[in-house]
């Protein structure tokens, strides 16, 4: 309800972007669903994901593969574009090239921020480069649907 409120109150509504992780409950459960409404409610607007991946090392959680792969399957039938973080790389980054022995959570997000607003900078500013978010997608994604 509160998505619709915010959408109604938009001049023009291009699509939706979604950062989540998928290894937790919320991040894979509650994403997928919000995600699935969004489809439903608004079936010709974009939507697109930015996933943080779990890995083996640093996980907590005994059925994050399992919260992954069912996630995976989930936004193949739900968002036009999906792009993948890895959670252990993060970690590795870091480490080895930034000199951060033990990351915290903050470290790990500017981290992950830093190439999603990279991204998405066309988007966000006017200039030559300004693209919608269709073009956006279509850049990254030249064969929809070929998996």
């Known amino acids: 309800d509160r998505l ?24 894979s459960g509650l994403a997928c ?9 608004y079936r010709k607007k974009s939507k697109l994901s ?3 991946y779990p890995s083996v090392s640093y996980s907590t959680n005994v059925v994050a593969p399992y919260n992954a792969l069912l996630s995976t399957h ?6 036009e574009m999906t792009a993948v973080l890895d959670n252990e790389a993060c970690y590795d980054i870091c480490q080895k090239y930034l000199d951060i022995k033990r990351p915290s959570y903050g ?10 607003s990279s991204m998405t900078a066309s988007l966000r500013f006017e200039g030559e480069l300004n693209v919608d978010l269709n073009e956006f997608q279509t850049g990254l994604v030249p064969f929809p649907r070929l998996h």
């Open 74 to 79: 989930w936004m193949l039938d739900h968002t």
């Open 33 to 41: 669903l919000i995600l699935e409404r969004i489809a439903v409610d």
């Open 4 to 27: 619709r409120k915010l959408v109604d109150n938009c001049d023009n509504v291009q699509g939706f972007m979604i950062n989540h992780g998928i290894g937790g409950g919320t991040g």
């Open 50 to 52: 930015f996933t943080i």
């Open 107 to 116: 470290d790990i997000n500017r981290l992950i921020a830093k190439p999603i």
